[in-house]
């Protein structure tokens, strides 16, 4: 921990950055409850929009522009708060009282929300005061620090940062936005109670002397020794610094002392955590494995656990998916590559198992996996970014993405179109070939740059995020569990809501409203991206019929009513479709554009 004084962990928060973290706050709530038609904005006749609370004496109103996909472009300085004469200054907090009953908050989850949204609003105001960093500087940065250099987080999330759990200093050293380096701490683990799985050519003793180095290995051997122990009847395990401090030093407390579980202290790596949170990147040496980890911190509308019975089977997975992306042509054309996680390895508590229902948090507190890095893959002169920085837009409006264009060279169509090459191809084979899908949001996937294009991308977090929906996809045994039933009339939405509606509906906002390309330029390059696709493989004709990308409208599904309705356990990942909110429908942006 850093010797933060009791002043210094707050002093982020002031009456100025406040307030713009609020503005920008209530711009994201009006624009995307909205777009889920929670709430219903009125035209006036000046051209303003009004949204008015539930008891009618709160008035919003702003100016706005209506973009494809029933995207709300909200122009963030234009929107005032108005009780009977009087102009009121915009409190988020307030904003979810005064509509609590139209965004269907009830007494359980209200409180909660709140925080997240406090949360959400002190780590925006953070990023505030840290200084400003330019969209064409931070285009041609490390992969690091355009990592860090993220402001906004997950697009369509409201309360996207919440992160219950990390007390202000914890959130100065563990936030990816504060870039501190971490170094994380290591536990050896009875080998009878738990479980260490490895890809193909790769063992346990061979990984762990990777990561760890001689020295450090010989240090924790020496210390196993003191206490009478033998290292080799241990599995050696790495934990998230807040997750040793603040549950297992407390919650695994008997383990700890009938040396079932032994801490080793910190390893000697620095480590930079990502987006995700509880993923970091080896700044020590940047060739080594990400290290995912267990947080027990609420974090958009899950626990980010790791569990220990998943972990298992996490290798095969991996094996398996990335033996299908070497084996096919089409992905080989595309460039596309995956971060396989290589091993994982998972602590077993007897009681909490035998006590704790399925998906509890207690059986999320202590685990690990080792993530292939990405940096080995780039050949000279390429960089890496990842894809959430698309939608970046730094403090004087500058696009992150227009920056990129303008690096390249190429017109914004052609960039557009190459970067749809390398990313919407991929998931257009692995869904109509294999009925596989992905959950490529930008946090996800990772960009190759060569000049400021896309040359090719990676997707990650594999095991936990990829489904097969075709039943007649052949899987190994110990690959089933990635295997839903999903009704057929929703395979499509794996691309319309993860693809359409949430990243390129605010990739076109953004590139419309600055001017770079307009909309049918957007939407029309997006469709000749699927339309080339399907007439290059005529074998799945009939599958392009079935599941159409070029039908009239989709069905709109709604995340942030998943999280106002239960913000601690969003989705039963077992029925990935169970908790759907899908109100109405959209009309298909490409639908016009489809080749008769």
């Given at each position: 921990m850093h010797n933060?004084?009791?002043?210094?962990?707050?002093?982020?928060?002031?009456?100025?950055?406040?307030?713009?973290?609020?503005?920008?706050l209530v711009r994201k709530a009006l624009a995307e409850f909205s777009h889920e038609r929670l709430l219903a904005p009125r035209r006036q006749e000046s051209g303003e929009y009004t949204v008015t609370s539930d008891d009618g004496t709160v008035e919003y109103r702003f100016t706005a522009r209506l973009l494809t996909l029933d995207h709300w472009w909200i122009d963030p300085d234009s929107i005032t708060r108005h009780r009977g004469g009087a102009q009121l200054p915009l409190d988020a907090l307030d904003l979810f009282i005064e509509l609590r009953e139209t965004l269907h908050l009830d007494q359980e989850v209200l409180p909660v929300y709140l925080e997240e949204i406090s949360s959400t609003l002190a780590s925006s105001a953070f990023k505030l005061s840290?200084?400003?960093?330019?969209?064409?500087?931070?285009?041609?940065?490390?992969?690091?620090?355009?990592?860090?250099?993220?402001?906004?987080?997950?697009?369509?999330?409201?309360?996207?940062?919440?992160?219950?759990?990390?007390?202000?200093?914890?959130?100065?050293?563990?936030?990816?936005?504060?870039?501190?380096?971490?170094?994380?701490?290591?536990?050896?683990?009875?080998?009878?109670?738990?479980?260490?799985?490895?890809?193909?050519?790769?063992?346990?003793?061979?990984?762990?002397?990777?990561?760890?180095?001689?020295?450090?290995?010989?240090?924790?051997?020496?210390?196993?020794?003191?206490?009478?122990?033998?290292?080799?009847?241990?599995?050696?395990?790495?934990?998230?610094?807040?997750?040793?401090?603040?549950?297992?030093?407390?919650?695994?407390?008997?383990?700890?002392?009938?040396?079932?579980?032994?801490?080793?202290?910190?390893?000697?790596?620095?480590?930079?955590?990502?987006?995700?949170?509880?993923?970091?990147?080896?700044?020590?040496?940047?060739?080594?494995?990400?290290?995912?980890?267990?947080?027990?911190?609420?974090?958009?509308?899950?626990?980010?656990?790791l569990s220990a019975e998943y972990m298992k089977a996490t290798p095969a997975i991996n094996d398996w998916l990335a033996a299908?992306?070497?084996?096919?042509?089409?992905?080989?054309?595309?460039?596309?590559?995956?971060?396989?996680?290589?091993?994982?390895?998972?602590?077993?508590?007897?009681?909490?198992?035998?006590?704790?229902?399925?998906?509890?948090?207690?059986?999320?507190?202590?685990?690990a996996l080792w993530r292939e890095s990405p940096v080995p893959k780039l050949a000279p002169g390429q960089r890496l970014a990842t894809m959430a920085s698309l939608l970046h837009v730094d403090r004087g409006g500058g696009s992150f993405t227009a920056a990129l264009i303008e690096e390249s060279g190429l017109d914004a169509a052609t960039w557009l179109r190459r970067y749809l090459d390398a990313y919407l191809t991929p998931l257009l084979h692995c869904f109509y070939a294999y009925g596989l899908v992905f959950m490529p949001h930008g946090e996800n996937v990772i960009l190759v740059l060569d000049g400021g294009a896309v040359q090719r991308v990676i997707f990650k977090d594999i095991a936990e995020e990829i489904v097969v929906m075709d039943p007649d996809t052949p899987l190994p045994p110990e690959v089933e569990r990635i295997r839903a039933r999903v009704p057929e009339e929703l395979w499509t939405l794996s691309l319309f809501t993860d693809v359409f509606d949430c990243f390129l509906r605010f990739l076109n906002g953004?590139?419309?409203?600055?001017?770079?390309?307009?909309?049918?330029?957007?939407?029309?390059?997006?469709?000749?991206?699927?339309?080339?696709?399907?007439?290059?493989?005529?074998?799945?004709?009939?599958?392009?019929?079935?599941?159409?990308?070029?039908?009239?409208?989709?069905?709109?599904?709604?995340?942030?009513?998943?999280?106002?309705?239960?913000?601690?356990?969003?989705?039963?990942?077992?029925?990935?479709?169970?908790?759907?909110?899908?109100?109405?429908?959209?009309?298909?942006?490409?639908?016009?554009?489809?080749?008769?």
């Open positions: 933060h004084t009791p002043r210094d962990v707050v002093a982020h928060l002031t009456p100025e950055l406040w307030s713009r973290a609020n503005r920008s840290q200084p400003p960093v330019g969209s064409a500087e931070l285009a041609k940065a490390p992969f690091q620090r355009i990592e860090a250099g993220m402001t906004e987080g997950h697009p369509c999330f409201v309360a996207n940062n919440g992160r219950l759990g990390f007390g202000a200093p914890e959130y100065l050293t563990y936030a990816p936005e504060a870039a501190d380096g971490v170094r994380l701490i290591w536990l050896a683990a009875r080998r009878d109670r738990s479980t260490f799985s490895v890809g193909a050519d790769l063992d346990y003793d061979e990984l762990i002397r990777s990561e760890l180095g001689e020295a450090t290995l010989e240090r924790f051997t020496a210390t196993m020794a003191e206490l009478g122990l033998d290292l080799g009847d241990f599995h050696l395990m790495p934990v998230h610094p807040w997750q040793w401090w603040n549950k297992l030093s407390v919650t695994f407390a008997a383990e700890v002392a009938q040396r079932n579980i032994v801490c080793l202290g910190h390893g000697d790596d620095t480590y930079l955590p990502q987006q995700s949170i509880r993923t970091f990147f080896n700044t020590s040496d940047p060739s080594k494995h990400y290290v995912k980890t267990a947080l027990s911190v609420l974090n958009m509308g899950f626990v980010r656990g299908l992306v070497a084996e096919d042509e089409v992905l080989q054309r595309t460039g596309l590559a995956v971060l396989r996680e290589r091993a994982a390895v998972g602590y077993h508590h007897r009681q909490y198992a035998a006590t704790s229902a399925k998906g509890s948090p207690y059986l999320k507190m202590l685990a953004i590139l419309s409203v600055n001017g770079t390309l307009d909309e049918d330029t957007f939407w029309s390059t997006v469709a000749d991206c699927v339309a080339e696709y399907q007439s290059a493989h005529p074998h799945l004709a009939e599958r392009f019929k079935r599941y159409d990308l070029f039908c009239g409208e989709f069905a709109l599904s709604c995340l942030n009513r998943l999280q106002l309705r239960d913000n601690r356990r969003m989705v039963d990942l077992q029925d990935p479709t169970g908790a759907l909110q899908l109100v109405g429908t959209v009309k298909n942006p490409i639908a016009r554009f489809a080749r008769t």
